[in-house]
């Protein structure tokens, strides 16, 4: 018996089906870790762990999408520390003010 995610798959995307369980545990992995520390090298280093060719566009188009989606949101966990611990740090600069 399918789920209704794999019967939306099957109908909708069935080139997504052939790619094996792996590839989505570990491209979720990396999206979220990208999303909380706003870096797109958890991409790169969950794809050299894996060793597939395969896996580096899924991963890297997640990876990307989770960062710009927490960007939105919410700080990054190394600046979130900073707050926390009321270190002081560089304030952001506007474009108008790079010289």
Known sequence: MLSSVSLLLLTYAPILIVVDAL????????????????TVSTAVICFELTGQISHILPMMVAVILANMVA??????????????????????LALGHIR
Request: hydrophobic share 45%; charged share 10%.
């Open 71 to 92: 960007q939105g949101l919410q700080p990054s966990l190394y600046d979130s520390i900073i707050q926390v611990k009321k270190l002081p740090y560089l304030p952001e």
């Open 23 to 38: 590839l989505w545990f570990v491209t979720g992995a990396a999206a979220m870790t990208g999303a909380v520390t706003h």
